[in-house]
């Protein structure tokens, strides 16, 4: 099982871009998927979460600006980030809880990180 991120780019202060992220591999089922970041010189933070049931929440500083979403049948998460400020530059990380077929539990994957560097 992988998870794979796509979407890494330079923008302009108040512009968009969508992340996206895809779990690939022998999956029975993914539960809660996120999206996670790290600033240079800074811890990792959760962004934004979303469940099974497509229920989300969202960091403070990404409220009414990101927004996450998941297709089930395809085994992705998106993060739609817009009105970019220079302070959301950093490395996203995707991550999911996912049952492999035949697994008892769920275990956490992490994608390989995207770079996201937003300019004023």
């Known amino acids: 099982v992988q998870l794979q991120a796509f979407g890494r780019g330079l923008v302009q202060e108040v512009g968009s871009l969508r992340l996206s992220c895809a779990a690939s591999?022998?999956?029975?089922?993914?539960?809660?998927m996120a999206w996670y970041r790290q600033a240079p010189g800074k811890q990792r933070e959760l962004v934004a979460s979303i469940t099974s049931g497509r229920s989300t929440n969202y960091a403070d500083s990404v409220k009414g600006r990101f927004t996450i979403s998941r297709d089930n049948a395809k085994n992705t998460v998106y993060l739609q980030m817009n009105s970019l400020k220079p302070e959301d530059t950093a490395v996203y990380y995707c991550?999911?809880?996912?049952?492999?077929?035949?697994?008892?539990?769920?275990?956490?994957?992490w994608g390989q990180g995207t770079l996201v560097t937003v300019s004023s």
């Open positions: 991550n999911a809880a996912i049952r492999r077929s035949a697994a008892p539990t769920y275990i956490n994957y």
């Open positions: 591999g022998s999956i029975d089922s993914i539960g809660d």
